[in-house]
């Protein structure tokens, strides 16, 4: 149990607010290919594309379970996708960790002094509220908190 203004969490409440993984972000250079080969080889059915200017990226979601499969591609090279694709090449670039609240899990973690790419809760694609903390914080992963919107996702 929390008290008011207590930055520690007990076990539980940690365990309690990863619900799910929300989505692989996966870096491409040609999100039409891509896609094909993700459904030609796995079935995956595309459910949602987005271009989100904010973060530079034009995005296509495929289901995965209760999950997604997150193609990016960059809107152009001096964007972060654009910079990574530059010096690292196709691959994973991001894991989502679905959470109730974004806002509470950022606190939590600034409390930790984990480094926080995002200082506060942003818009994601197709109504998501997001936030991204910094690979150092997770052992190299780019990690990004996603909050489900008001839209029912499907699966
Ligand atoms: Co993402």
């Known amino acids: 149990m929390e008290t008011p203004g207590s930055t520690e969490a007990s076990p539980s409440d940690v365990a309690s607010v990863l619900l799910d993984i929300d989505h692989v972000g996966i870096a491409v250079t040609d999100l039409e290919a891509a896609v094909e080969e993700y459904r030609a080889a796995l079935g995956a059915e595309p459910v949602h594309r987005e271009v989100v200017r904010e973060q530079g990226v034009e995005e296509v979601l495929l289901r995965a ?19 990574f694709l530059e010096r690292r090449g196709e691959g994973v670039h991001h894991v989502g960790y679905r959470v109730a609240e974004v806002g509470p899990v950022l606190e939590r973690l600034r ?13 994601g694609s197709w109504g998501t509220t997001v936030a991204f903390v910094h690979p150092r914080g997770f052992r190299g992963v780019l990690v990004e908190l996603v909050q489900a919107g008001p839209l029912p996702k499907p699966g």
């Open 65 to 83: 379970g209760t999950s997604y499969i997150q193609l990016v591609t960059p809107l152009g090279p001096n964007t972060p996708v654009g910079k």
């Open 111 to 123: 409390a930790m002094g984990v480094p926080l790419v995002d200082q506060a809760p942003r818009p």
